[in-house]
């Protein structure tokens, strides 16, 4: 306890802090929003200052909010590292682990080593969240503390306050229907996409950036006509015949009704990796997943022979 305050207050601040919601808080907390909003008037009691701003929509930091934060982070941190350090010589790890992951994702069999990883570690909580903002709302959840790691598709370099771990870099293509114009093309660039119609994703996913930043440095427009958040479901509509998309090859593999046709003279390549904080300490239950995801994915890639 420092002062007044309990660790109980700052895991109640932070929980409203990340989720901007009482109600939200008080459910990822497992207690009534009663309780919680009773804590909150406790501890802004205790440091004499209003540390959230409320409204019918959406809770807010205020100045002195915004200072608390990381401390408050960094003191919880220093309590699980704590815990962490007494659960491993107990033999037995404890805690919850926030992973946050993308849709369609074949790569890597995420319920098979979340499977495992549960047999292994049955005392830690695996909670998993999708963004609806793709990569970039991942990478933003980590770096805020909301989630521990996440899978997500990070070209070029990382954000400030972020660690990416590359596990697969897919080479990207062009899916077309059969029967297309360009289904038997032998040689196919970036200016024979000029006036296509296209499916993509909304800015901030992996896909979107790669190919926004190919077809920019080209100087070639496009217009995108359907936007879709899940990457097998584009290769669904350009399968109808509703436009063309640019895509790593592991979604159109095995496919009926499509082809993958290589762009010449742009280098497409969309890598997927394992996002974390570089700031914030991870857990022991956290690191013991990344290691198993890795010791995964390195056991799936074939041995270059020297």
Same mark, same amino acid.
């Given at each position: %306890?420092?002062?007044? %305050? =309990?660790?109980?207050? $700052?895991?109640?601040? @932070?929980?409203?802090?990340e989720?901007r919601?009482?109600?939200?808080?008080?459910?990822?907390?497992?207690?009534? !929003?009663?309780?919680?909003?009773?804590v909150?008037?406790s501890?802004?009691?205790?440091?004499?200052?209003?540390?959230?701003?409320r409204?019918?929509?959406?809770?807010?930091?205020?100045? +002195?909010?915004?200072?608390?934060?990381? /401390?408050?982070r960094?003191?919880?941190?220093? @309590? !699980?590292?704590?815990?962490?350090?007494?659960?491993?010589?107990?033999g037995?790890?404890?805690?919850?682990v926030?992973?946050?992951?993308?849709?369609?994702?074949?790569?890597?069999?995420?319920?098979? &080593?979340i499977?495992?990883?549960?047999?292994?570690?049955?005392?830690?909580?695996?909670?998993l969240t999708?963004?609806?903002?793709?990569?970039?709302?991942?990478?933003?959840?980590v770096?805020?503390? %909301?989630?521990d790691?996440?899978?997500?598709?990070v070209?070029?370099?990382p954000?400030?306050?972020v660690r990416?771990?590359e596990?697969?870099r897919?080479?990207m293509?062009?899916?077309?229907?059969?029967?297309?114009?360009?289904?038997?093309?032998?040689?196919?660039g970036?200016?024979?996409?000029?006036?296509?119609?296209f499916i993509?994703f909304?800015?901030?996913?992996?896909?979107?950036?790669? &190919? =926004? !930043?190919?077809?920019?440095?080209?100087?070639?427009?496009?217009?995108?006509?359907?936007?879709?958040? =899940?990457?097998?479901?584009?290769?669904?509509?350009?399968?109808?015949?509703?436009g063309?998309?640019?895509?790593?090859?592991f979604?159109v593999?095995?496919?009926?009704?499509?082809?993958?046709?290589?762009? /010449?003279?742009?280098? $497409?390549?969309?890598? $997927?990796?394992? &996002?974390?904080?570089?700031?914030?300490?991870?857990?022991?239950?956290?690191?013991?997943?990344? +290691?198993?995801?890795?010791?995964?994915? !390195?056991?799936?890639?074939?041995?270059?022979?020297s």
């Amino acid at each position: %306890m420092i002062g007044g %305050m =309990d660790l109980r207050h $700052l895991e109640y601040f @932070v929980a409203v802090a990340e989720e901007r919601n009482f109600t939200r808080a008080a459910a990822r907390l497992h207690v009534v !929003q009663s309780g919680v909003s009773a804590v909150i008037k406790s501890l802004e009691r205790e440091l004499g200052a209003e540390l959230l701003e409320r409204n019918s929509k959406r809770v807010t930091l205020t100045n +002195a909010g915004e200072v608390l934060l990381p /401390r408050a982070r960094a003191a919880l941190d220093a @309590v !699980q590292e704590a815990r962490d350090a007494v659960d491993e010589v107990r033999g037995g790890l404890r805690g919850t682990v926030r992973v946050g992951t993308l849709t369609s994702i074949t790569l890597v069999n995420i319920p098979a &080593v979340i499977g495992e990883y549960h047999r292994l570690h049955p005392g830690v909580v695996l909670r998993l969240t999708v963004s609806p903002n793709g990569s970039i709302g991942l990478v933003e959840a980590v770096r805020d503390g %909301m989630l521990d790691v996440a899978f997500a598709s990070v070209p070029g370099r990382p954000p400030a306050g972020v660690r990416v771990r590359e596990l697969f870099r897919e080479r990207m293509g062009l899916a077309v229907p059969l029967g297309h114009r360009l289904a038997e093309a032998d040689d196919i660039g970036l200016a024979d996409l000029e006036g296509e119609l296209f499916i993509d994703f909304p800015p901030g996913y992996g896909n979107r950036i790669v &190919v =926004d !930043q190919a077809l920019a440095a080209a100087g070639v427009h496009r217009h995108v006509a359907i936007e879709v958040t =899940d990457v097998g479901e584009a290769a669904d509509f350009v399968r109808e015949g509703l436009g063309l998309t640019l895509l790593p090859e592991f979604i159109v593999r095995n496919r009926s009704g499509l082809v993958l046709k290589p762009v /010449r003279d742009v280098n $497409l390549e969309w890598p $997927l990796g394992l &996002v974390t904080s570089s700031v914030r300490p991870l857990s022991a239950a956290a690191r013991s997943l990344l +290691a198993l995801i890795e010791g995964k994915v !390195q056991s799936q890639k074939p041995e270059t022979v020297s």
